[in-house]
């Protein structure tokens, strides 16, 4: 089945040590994005890939970097984690003009 | 720009009772609408969308929705719940924002199924 992955379902990460999330997708989607979800909230939109070109929302904290090597796999990068970054980290995938978005079961971030 | 409002933040509700989960939008442009459902620890998924075409949409797990252009509208229902439909539901919009399209999530609904 075409799907999007997460790796690792779940991360451990001290206090400014950097970590990376992985995403990859099997539906050959052109965009791909990460949101940052915390309790209770809506999920928030980090940054998005369209192809190669890359956006980033305006109130995306620096700390936080994403590398999208080819079509199938995009990497978030946090530079140096606060214990305010610990959340549900969801990657998703879209095409088309309709942006119906597909995601990945998410990696749920704690930091030490 | 966009928004979205889901106007009851919890709603519980007896097995077998009917629920409706209200979403309200507004855009000046125009929009498709999604409804989504979050199982603990899980990311998204896709219950139904409105694209065009008739104003009831029925999606997966026996949920449908009514899109109301007059009353900027979205609201989710069925006709009788059970203790798996017990999830949080986000309602999005998807509209052209800056150049590309753009989704915005309510603050979502959490779903209690009593038994």
């Known amino acids: 089945d075409a799907m999007v992955i997460q790796n690792p379902r779940y991360q451990v990460t001290q206090f400014g040590k950097p970590v990376t999330l992985s995403c990859s997708q099997t539906?050959?989607?052109?965009?791909m994005y990460w949101y940052q979800q915390k309790s209770s909230q809506a999920p928030k939109l980090l940054f998005h890939?369209?192809?190669?070109?890359?956006?980033n929302e305006a109130d995306t904290p620096d700390n936080f970097q994403s590398r999208r090597p080819n079509t199938s796999f995009c990497f978030l990068d946090i530079r140096s984690p606060g214990l305010g970054d610990a959340a549900m980290y969801l990657c998703?995938?879209?095409?088309?003009?309709?942006?119906?978005?597909?995601f990945g079961p998410g990696t749920r971030l704690t930091v030490l | 720009a966009q928004s979205v409002t889901q106007l009851d933040s919890q709603v519980p509700v007896f097995e077998e009772a009917p629920v409706e989960l209200r979403c309200n939008y507004s855009?000046?442009?125009?929009?498709?609408l999604f409804w989504y459902v979050q199982y603990p620890n899980q990311g998204l998924q896709l219950l139904l969308k409105?694209?065009?075409?008739?104003?009831l949409v029925k999606g997966i797990n026996g949920f449908e929705a009514e899109f109301n252009k007059s009353q900027t509208s979205f609201h989710l229902r069925k006709p009788s719940v059970h203790i798996s439909d017990t999830a949080e539901y986000f309602c999005?919009?998807?509209?052209?924002?800056?150049?590309?399209?753009?989704?915005?999530f309510g603050i979502g609904t959490k779903l209690q199924v009593i038994p």
């Open positions: 855009s000046s442009v125009s929009v498709y």
């Open positions: 999005a919009v998807s509209a052209r924002s800056g150049g590309y399209q753009k989704v915005t």
């Open positions: 890939y369209y192809d190669k070109d890359f956006n």
């Open positions: 998703a995938t879209s095409s088309g003009e309709v942006n119906e978005q597909f």
């Open positions: 409105y694209l065009s075409g008739s104003t």
């Open positions: 539906l050959n989607h052109n965009v």
